[in-house]
């Protein structure tokens, strides 16, 4: 049981360029999610999910996009990055009840 | 709209001192409440969470924290700390009526605990 995982761990990318974050749980939680973690300012969401086929914007989602084919995996899509998405962006799930959330490693992005 | 204040960024304490980190939240309905714990360069762990019952609630590594509803406060506190409880608390909040199970995460409180 390996939680939730994400790939890559770090990844530069020049200004203009578009990546991928994947996001993969292995505890059949309906409920995923994606923050960016920037210093002295916590957790912010970007998109969150509650089941396959279902998205919705969460506080700071502009220049991202997901998408949920399946109850597994939560993809970030990032197009065209910019300077402000240098960031650590932390992928979650959770299953309905208590709200308790489950925390990927992380992704480090440094948009240069 | 909920917010979290987490009253304090930077704790520093001296090894086996108490301590506190204190929490405020605003919420116009009832709440579930949490405490996270982030290690350098990890993901965050759940450290303790209060759903209902009993308003203090305890982790399996000494750290406890009391839910006050008349203060909309949730503090942190823990009788006598070790180097390894060095890393970043957040506090969170979440609707317990809702339906999209979001979390309002505060700013952090990172502790740094001195031999």
């Known amino acids: 049981n390996a939680g939730v995982t994400q790939t890559p761990k770090f990844r530069i990318l020049k200004i203009g360029q578009s990546m991928t974050l994947q996001c993969t749980q292995d505890m059949n939680h309906n409920y995923m999610y994606w923050y960016r973690q920037d210093p002295g300012m916590g957790l912010k969401l970007i998109y969150y999910s509650v089941g396959a086929g279902i998205t919705d914007k969460g506080e700071v989602p502009n220049g991202y996009n997901v998408s949920r084919s399946t109850t597994e995996d939560f993809p970030l899509r990032l197009e065209l990055a910019a300077p402000s998405q240098t960031s650590v962006y932390f992928c979650a799930s959770s299953s309905t009840g208590d709200n308790e959330q489950y925390f990927g490693p992380g992704t480090r992005l440094t948009v240069t | 709209a909920q917010s979290v204040t987490q009253l304090d960024s930077q704790v520093p304490v001296f090894e086996e001192a108490p301590v506190e980190l204190r929490c405020n939240y605003s919420s116009s309905v009832s709440v579930y409440l949490f405490w996270y714990v982030q290690y350098p360069n990890q993901g965050l762990q759940l450290l303790l969470k209060?759903?209902?019952?009993?308003?203090l609630v305890e982790s399996i590594n000494g750290f406890e924290a009391e839910f006050n509803k008349s203060q909309t406060s949730f503090h942190l506190r823990k009788p006598s700390v070790h180097i390894s409880d060095t890393a970043e608390y957040f506090c969170a909040v979440s609707d317990n009526g809702g339906s999209n199970y979001k979390l309002t995460f505060g700013k952090g409180t990172l502790l740094t605990v001195n031999p």
């Open positions: 209060y759903l209902s019952g009993s308003t």
